[in-house]
C-alpha cells in the first residue's frame, strides 16, 4: 500500500505531458472555473436583486404617510377600517407592539414580529412573505407583510438557469479556443514540415520546428523524421543507381562507337547502313544517358540555386532564332512579347534549355502544319508571376494527363513510336529547372485547341519604378 502510494506521483509526473493528462486538465479547469463564476454570479444576483421592489417600497412608505394622518385624527375604527381595505396585510402597534387597533391578528403574523425587518433589509433566496415595520409618529410602527407575488426571488430559479447557460458557454467557448490554438499550432506545423519533404526538402526536422510539451505529437514527430530520414536515404540511393549507371553505360558506348568507326573501314559499302543503324542507336542512347545526368544533377541541385535578376524576353527570341531551323515543312515558330521589361530571378542556362525542350515538345508532336507562338504576360495568383508561354494549334492533350507529363519517362500513347523520338524526360527537366529557379510550369489545353505550356518566374520584389 505504501509502495504503491509512492508510485502514484511518479506515474502522475511521466504522464503529465500526454494529451490525455491535458485534456482532462483542461477539463477540470473548466469545470472548477463555471462552477466558481456560477458561485460568484448567484451571489452578486442576490445581492442586487433580492430586495424589496422600490415601486413596493414606494406603495408602503405611501400607507404609512396615510396611517400616520389618521392617528392624528385620533379615529381608530377609521384606521381599522382602513387597514382591512389595504391590499396588503398590516397592521398599526404601539411602543409595546401590540395593535392600536381591535383586529385580529394571524398567529403565524405575530409569530413573524420577532423577524421584523427593515425596508433596506436583504431577502432571502426563497419566495416567503416577509414583514417590515415602518416607524411612524408618536412611537407607533406600520408593520407590512410582503406578499409572495412580488417577491423578488419567484424569477430566481430563471435567471439562476440563464446565468448558468451563458457562464458554461462563455468559459467552454474560450477553453475550446485555448484546446484548438494548442493542438492547431503542433498540427500546423506538421502540415508545414510535410509540405516541405513533399517538396523534397529533407533538412526540415519535425520535432525542433514541432516544439511541443505533448508526448504524442513528439513522439508522431519523431516517427515523421524517422520516415523523413528513410525516405531521403532510399532517394538518395535511387538518384546514385541512376546517375551511377548513367556513367558506367558512358564508357562503353564510347568504346562501342569507337569500335563501329573502325569497322567501317574493314566492311563493304554494301554494309554501311547496318552500320549507320548501329551509330544511330549508340547516339540515341548517348543522348538518353545525357538527359538522365541532366535530371539527376537539377534534382540533386535543387537547394543550391545561384540565380540573377534578368529580363525573360532576349532569352524568349534567341531560343526562338535558334530552333528555326528544326522546325517540320509546313511549321512556323513565331514570337508575341511584350514590351514590359520585369526582371525575375533565373538561371541563363536554365532558362534556355526549358525554353529549348518545351518548344521542342511542341515541334515533335503539334503536327505537321502546326503554328507555335512564344509569348511573356504577367498572371497574379498567389504572387505576381512573368509567364512564357509556349502555345500550338495541335491536337492539344487530354485533361487527365496534363499533370503526369511531367513526370520522369512519361510518355503519351500518340509519342510511344520511335519516329516521334524523345525518352519522356524533357519535360520533367523543365519542372526541375522551374522549381530550381523558384517557379512554376503549368500545362493547359487551349479553348480554341492546341497545347499550351507556362513558364511561371516569380516577379522582382519592391521593384523600383522606372
Not at 485555448?178 to 510535410?194: C, K, T, V
Request: with cysteine.
Amino acid at each position: 500500500m505504501v509502495s504503491s502510494y509512492f508510485r502514484c506521483p511518479n506515474f502522475i509526473a511521466k504522464r503529465k505531458d500526454g494529451l490525455t493528462f491535458q485534456l482532462f486538465s483542461y477539463l477540470t479547469v473548466i469545470l472548477v472555473s463555471i462552477l466558481i463564476l456560477q458561485g460568484l454570479a448567484e451571489k452578486a444576483l442576490m445581492k442586487a436583486l433580492l430586495k424589496v421592489p422600490e415601486t413596493v417600497k414606494e406603495e408602503m412608505l405611501d400607507l404609512a404617510y396615510q396611517a400616520n394622518v389618521l392617528i392624528e385624527d385620533g379615529d381608530m375604527d377609521e384606521l381599522a377600517d382602513w387597514g382591512n381595505a389595504q391590499d396588503y396585510y398590516l397592521f398599526v402597534l404601539d411602543k409595546e407592539g401590540r395593535p392600536i387597533t381591535h383586529r385580529d391578528m394571524h398567529p403565524h403574523f405575530e409569530f413573524k414580529l420577532r423577524f421584523l425587518r427593515t425596508l433596506d433589509h436583504q431577502l432571502g433566496a426563497r419566495v416567503s412573505k416577509p414583514i417590515f415595520g415602518i416607524p411612524l409618529i408618536e412611537g407607533n410602527t406600520l408593520v407590512v407583510q410582503l406578499p409572495h407575488q412580488v417577491h423578488p426571488a419567484q424569477n430566481f430559479a430563471l435567471y439562476f438557469s440563464l446565468i448558468k447557460a451563458l457562464i458554461a458557454l462563455i468559459i467552454l467557448t474560450l477553453f475550446s479556443i485555448i484546446m484548438a490554438r494548442s493542438l492547431q499550432q503542433p498540427l500546423g506545423r506538421l502540415r508545414e514540415a510535410s509540405r516541405r519533404l513533399a517538396q523534397g526538402d529533407f533538412s526540415v526536422s519535425v520535432v525542433s520546428e514541432l516544439n511541443s510539451k505533448t508526448r504524442e505529437f513528439n513522439e508522431l514527430a519523431n516517427d515523421f523524421d524517422h520516415m523523413t530520414n528513410e525516405i531521403h536515404s532510399l532517394a538518395e540511393k535511387q538518384r546514385r543507381l541512376i546517375r551511377d549507371v548513367s556513367h558506367e553505360l558512358r564508357t562503353p558506348l564510347a568504346r562501342q562507337n569507337l569500335a563501329l568507326h573502325l569497322l567501317r573501314r574493314k566492311i563493304n559499302e554494301e554494309s554501311h547502313h547496318l552500320l549507320d543503324r548501329l551509330e544511330n542507336e549508340t547516339e540515341e542512347m548517348n543522348n538518353l544517358v545525357g538527359e538522365i545526368l541532366e535530371f539527376s544533377r537539377l534534382e540533386n541541385s535543387r537547394y543550391d540555386a545561384k540565380l540573377k535578376f534578368m529580363h525573360v524576353e532576349q532569352y524568349c527570341s534567341m531560343q526562338v532564332e535558334q530552333m528555326q531551323p528544326d522546325l517540320k515543312t509546313g511549321q512556323t515558330l513565331k514570337t508575341n512579347l511584350s514590351t514590359d521589361l520585369s526582371e525575375v530571378a533565373l538561371d541563363e542556362r536554365l532558362v534556355l534549355r526549358a525554353l529549348s525542350n518545351v518548344i521542342g515538345n511542341a515541334i515533335k508532336y503539334a503536327g505537321e502544319d502546326a503554328n507555335i507562338v512564344v509569348l511573356t504576360h504577367e498572371i497574379e495568383l498567389d504572387k505576381v508571376y512573368r509567364v512564357i508561354s509556349v502555345e500550338d494549334d495541335g491536337p492539344g492533350i487530354s485533361e487527365s494527363k496534363l499533370v503526369d507529363i511531367f513526370d520522369p519517362f512519361t510518355r503519351l500513347e500518340s509519342a510511344r513510336d520511335k519516329q516521334s523520338g524523345g525518352y519522356g524526360l524533357g519535360l520533367a527537366i523543365v519542372k526541375e529547372a522551374m522549381l530550381v529557379m523558384n517557379g512554376l510550369v503549368v500545362a493547359e489545353n487551349r479553348t480554341q485547341g492546341g497545347l499550351k505550356v507556362n513558364l511561371l518566374f516569380p516577379m522582382k520584389l519592391n521593384k523600383n519604378p522606372s
